[in-house]
């Protein structure tokens, strides 16, 4: 996958323009980049998704444009690009990180940014995926920025990725419930979250459109829970009845079902091997976010 995005970053910068072929190949080598860096850990199924369609929805609810809406979403979708270099012994880790470990943790803000700083989309999305993390108090990292100094899709993306934090399972946490994640973000409004945009995450709920987001991994897809041992299991957007999926951590199988129109996941009792549950990307449901967000970026000037 890196010769393939070094091939088309390298043919792309003797470009002036981009046609819409290669901005979608690009970018969409970037988000099946993305989406296995989060197949990796088995408790996040789905974030990347999630926390794009929060921002997009904080983005719509203050009317900006279009192409501002998709680059935002985009820079959601993709902000933890750089945990592609971090060891799986760390994004794995079944309890709390060291303070070693969390130092690590903490450089994929800048290892995104350094991945990206040569295509030739890199403004479209740099600075949602460098600065997701600082803060307005000035206690984030990489650099420590305040308030003023956070590009307003960093301070987004910030709010969204933490929501969905909160309101995942962790190996050593619960869910917190949605009234409870939007507390938590209420309580360090300013400080570790811009005020503006905890304000339209409440605005967004009062208007019951988080639930359409929250626990689901693509539009009507809903997440299930492994009964053997706790993780989420995503499953993939084309799935049918009587499909099968698998714990990523456990590798215990699960029937998928249909009951009042509702999906639902149930155990066979059968566990599947290793090799068998493997990865593989949701092709379908990455191929329609990167249409739909090459759409509104084709007038786009980069």
């Known amino acids: 996958m890196f010769n393939q ?5 390298s043919q792309s910068l003797m470009n002036e323009a981009l046609d819409k072929t290669s901005q979608t190949e690009l970018l969409t080598s970037l988000a099946v980049m993305a989406w296995f860096v989060e197949a990796k850990d088995p408790y996040t199924g789905g974030h990347l998704w999630r926390v794009s369609q929060y921002a997009k929805l904080m983005a719509k609810h203050e009317r900006f444009t279009e192409v501002d809406t998709a680059r935002i979403g985009l820079g959601g979708f993709l902000h933890d690009l750089g945990k592609v270099s971090i060891a799986d012994n760390i994004l794995k880790k079944p309890t709390p990180l060291s303070e070693e470990e969390f130092t690590i943790i903490k450089s994929h803000p800048s290892n995104g940014a350094r991945l990206l700083a ?14 997701h993390h600082e803060r307005p108090d000035g206690k984030g990292y990489p650099h420590g920025l305040t308030s003023a100094e956070i590009p307003v899709e960093a301070a987004i993306i910030s709010v969204a990725d ?25 309580d360090n409004s300013g400080q570790q979250f811009e005020e503006r945009w905890v304000n339209v995450m409440h605005s967004l709920d009062e208007k019951q459109l988080l639930d359409e987001v929250l626990m689901h991994s693509d539009d009507g897809i809903p997440l299930h829970e492994c009964q053997s041992c706790g993780p989420v299991v995503t499953q993939p957007s084309t799935a049918e009845a009587n499909d099968l999926i698998a714990c990523p951590l456990c ?8 009951e009042h129109s509702n999906w639902v996941a149930k155990p066979t ?8 549950n493997q990865p593989k990307e949701d092709t379908a449901m990455i191929k329609r976010f990167i249409a739909q967000t090459v759409a509104p970026l084709n007038n786009a000037t980069y």
């Open 118 to 131: 040569v295509h030739p989309l890199s403004n479209l999305v740099i600075k949602a995926v460098e600065l």
């Open 5 to 9: 995005l070094k091939r088309l970053w």
């Open 162 to 186: 933490a929501f969905d934090a909160m309101t995942s399972a962790r190996p050593y946490s619960a869910p917190k419930s949605k009234a409870k994640a939007l507390a938590i973000l209420k």
């Open 251 to 258: 590798n215990a199988e699960m029937r998928l079902m249909k």
């Open 269 to 276: 009792g059968h566990y599947v091997s290793l090799s068998e």
